[in-house]
């Protein structure tokens, strides 16, 4: 079963704008990260963030993270033509599990020139 | 350093035939994962191994679907006899140690059931 959902299901921007998506989550986590995904490819990790960190940066991403509410957001800033691709969260559980990643439905991203 | 590599990249499949597909991760890492990836969806995750130990394989539809990774490096994914349903897109992924939280993720294997 899917944990999480983005919504976003689908974005089209200009390129120069800002991109925001967001992840909503069902169970407690240890960590969330966020992938990418490009047409026809394997997935690439972008960034992780903490149960305990609210906010993380990695160049031209900011990844924000709410516990109480179960949802995150991923921000892309001066987005470019090759950020066009699928943007996954996953959630790793708090308990058990192992390193079991749990996906999300995805947001598709629409960078246009 | 090279990435996760998996081969075919693309199979096409008529319905009840049998198909495997081969993954080799990242070298030294311990921990293996594959995936299916249905159009449109999010990956799932079918077995992850550990060394050559499964750790996890709650969503492997066991009647229809084999993994092993015999000497704890390459992996072969196995369904026989294929449905409908299967088509998708196949990941493997590795990660350092089960612990560890970056999954490196191949290119995948297209699968289409005819």
């Known amino acids: 079963s899917q944990q999480g959902e983005e919504d976003p299901q689908a974005l089209s921007i200009q390129e120069g704008e800002n991109a925001t998506m967001n992840c909503s989550y069902k169970?407690?986590?240890?960590?969330l990260q966020w992938y990418r995904q490009n047409s026809g490819r394997g997935l690439v990790h972008l960034i992780l963030?903490?149960?305990?960190?609210r906010e993380k940066h990695s160049g031209r991403l900011r990844v924000t993270l709410d516990t109480s509410k179960k949802s995150s957001s991923l921000l892309i800033t001066a987005s470019r033509a090759a950020d066009t691709a699928s943007y996954f969260c996953a959630t790793r559980p708090s308990t058990g599990g192992g390193n079991k990643l749990t996906f999300g439905t995805g947001t598709q991203l629409k960078v246009e020139l | 350093e090279a990435g996760v590599a998996q081969s075919p990249r693309y199979k096409i499949i008529e319905k009840r035939q049998s198909v495997a597909f081969w993954c080799n991760p990242i070298?030294?890492?311990?921990?293996l994962y594959w995936y299916q990836q249905i159009l449109g969806q999010g990956p799932k995750l079918l077995i992850q191994?550990?060394?050559?130990?499964?750790?996890?394989d709650s969503q492997l539809p066991k009647d229809r679907f084999s993994a092993e990774r015999l000497k704890g490096v390459d992996s072969t994914l196995k369904i026989q006899p294929a449905k409908l349903e299967d088509s998708a897109v196949y990941l493997c992924a590795s990660s350092l140690r089960q612990g560890g939280d970056t999954q490196y993720f191949g290119p995948g294997t297209r699968l289409t059931v005819l």
């Open positions: 191994f550990q060394n050559n130990g499964v750790v996890d």
């Open positions: 070298s030294g890492h311990a921990t």
């Open positions: 963030i903490r149960s305990n960190e």
């Open positions: 169970t407690s986590i240890n960590n």
